[in-house]
């Protein structure tokens, strides 16, 4: 969409500032269900042969909604905000990040250009994917501490700080605050499977139709959002998995690379397990999209030739 007449675009810092707003905002609103969903993700079902348990929390959880009714019993209201303050930090601080370097890396791109055609879709998905790469290696020891804040036991909760402390006073040292880190830049891939799920399947639910209703443009941003998050999901337990405490069942043995995690959760629970939190995945990530297309439509005409790459505001 091109900008509007007699309006100059909005500089780096403009959009960086426009984005992280955004993202803020979307992330506390459904910050329960990433909560939750981590929970999901880190616990390992116990076999009933099994010495101790496998899991963090003594409490295992079958589904989003039994995983909120234990953790409201256990630790009220408030224990679905464990960890917000360092998860909002996070957020912003991604965002910013990407968006800044996002706007960067396209003018740098445009102005190197000879004719002034704007980048084609495989080009902007380029572009914001080295920007997303480029945010999480800077950013990426703020989720570390986050994760942990939000799998801590009850009795055991930490501050930011203490938080970040004991990643650091880890086996791992400082250098733990960059776990996930390779599961992290693959999944900067997510917004071009959500782009190329969404062309395919505008292809065949509505064919030869140019232009889409509102309902219909939402109906296939959910679907495609979906299948990307289906696709992804293993890594993004496994990530979970690296950045969090190990389990009890380990003594202390911290994963050494997401294809271990995965090993791991296969060998105790089974191939499935590997989807497991992906209900709340799916809910937040179409809730954080949604949220943030809206806030930026209103903050920058030019975001809807971006809209794919809001796919990886959402992924964590």
Avoid: C
Avoid at 127 to 156: D, H, Y
Avoid at 269 to 297: D, H, R, S, Y
């Amino acid at each position: 969409m091109a900008s509007k007449v007699g309006q100059p675009p909005l500089p780096p810092w403009g959009n960086a500032l426009a984005g992280a707003t955004g993202a803020v905002l979307a992330n506390a609103i459904v910050y329960p269900l990433d909560m939750v969903k981590t929970r999901l993700q880190v616990q390992v079902k116990r076999k009933t042969t099994d010495p101790e348990p496998l899991t963090i929390n003594a409490r295992h959880y079958t589904s989003t909604f039994d995983a909120i009714g234990k953790i409201v019993d256990d630790e009220g209201i408030i224990g679905l905000y464990s960890g917000i303050n360092g998860a909002l930090i996070g957020v912003a601080s991604t965002n910013f990040a990407y968006f800044y370097w996002y706007s960067v890396i396209r003018t740098l791109y445009t102005s190197s250009q000879k004719l002034p055609n704007p980048p084609s879709t495989a080009t902007e998905l380029s572009l914001g994917a080295a920007a997303g790469a480029v945010a999480q290696i800077f950013t990426i020891p703020v989720a570390v501490v986050t994760t942990r804040q939000q799998t801590q036991p009850k009795g055991e909760k930490k501050g930011l700080l203490d938080t970040g402390r004991e990643v650091v006073h880890s086996d791992d040292g400082w250098t733990g605050l960059w776990r996930g880190l390779k599961a992290s830049l693959v999944l900067v891939v997510n917004p071009a499977i959500t782009y190329g799920a969404y062309q395919r399947l505008k292809d065949v639910i509505f064919p030869g139709k140019a232009s889409l209703r509102p309902w219909e443009a939402f109906l296939l941003g959910a679907l495609s959002k979906s299948l990307a998050t289906i696709v992804t999901q293993p890594l993004i337990v496994a990530k979970v998995g690296l950045q969090s405490r190990p389990p009890p069942a380990r003594q202390g043995k911290p994963f050494k690379s997401f294809i271990e995690v995965m090993t791991y959760i296969v060998e105790n629970e089974g191939l499935l397990a590997l989807f497991k939190g992906i209900a709340p995945q799916i809910t937040k990530g179409l809730l954080v999209q949604g949220l943030l297309m809206m806030t930026k439509e209103r903050n920058g005409p030019d975001w809807q030739n971006r809209r794919t790459l809001a796919a990886l505001q959402s992924m964590k």
